[in-house]
């Protein structure tokens, strides 16, 4: 019988893991059986939502990315290319929004929040989306940002390589 599964969570991944291509086949060992009937694709983006899955995004985000970060950037330290890990993420499970500004090296992609948007909406992006760049403010490098109604909060994202899933 095949389950399928339902989140509620929607996830954006501007980046790259090093060696991606070579590392496929590993990096898709590195999710479980009980999430990989989900991949669709063929996407280092897919694969590392579901690992943060594994790892526990529903209850803790933060840490459960810094675990999927860690693994892979692990992996790509140990049998990839440089850049090692570039992850530029944003997601959101309906209520919050959270994104990541992170790099293994000093090429750091872009990312910028937006608390006064012209629609009146909060925003993550990795450029300012209109021309008129007022209210737009970058995040800085190596942040976990947590966007809400009453401002931003950022704490440092730190790639942890020891913890696995269960």
């Known amino acids: 019988m095949h389950v ?18 070579r590392l496929r086949r590993r990096i898709d060992m590195m999710i479980p059986d009980a999430l990989y009937d989900s991949r669709k694709g063929a996407t280092d983006s897919e694969a590392l939502f579901l690992m943060a899955l594994a790892e526990g995004l529903e209850d803790d985000p933060q840490r459960a990315l810094e675990r999927a970060v860690g693994r892979l950037e692990t992996l790509s330290r140990t049998h990839g290319t ?12 309906g209520e919050r929004l959270f994104a990541i ?7 750091v992609p872009t990312l910028y929040h937006c608390l006064a948007c012209n629609r009146g909406g909060r925003a993550v992006a990795s450029k300012p989306l209109e021309v008129e760049t007022q209210g737009w403010e970058a995040i800085p490098p190596g942040s976990w940002s947590e966007i809400r109604a009453d401002g931003v909060a950022i704490s440092p994202f730190r790639p942890v390589a020891e913890a696995r899933a269960a």
Do not use: I
């Not at 440089?82 to 499970?93: E, F, K």
């Not at 500004?101 to 090429?107: G, I, L, T």
């Open 82 to 93: 440089t850049p090692h890990m570039r992850p530029t993420a944003a997601l959101s499970d």
């Open 101 to 107: 500004r992170y790099s293994s090296d000093a090429e």
């Open 4 to 21: 399928r599964h339902q989140w509620r969570w929607s996830f954006m991944h501007n980046g790259q893991v090093g060696g991606y291509d």
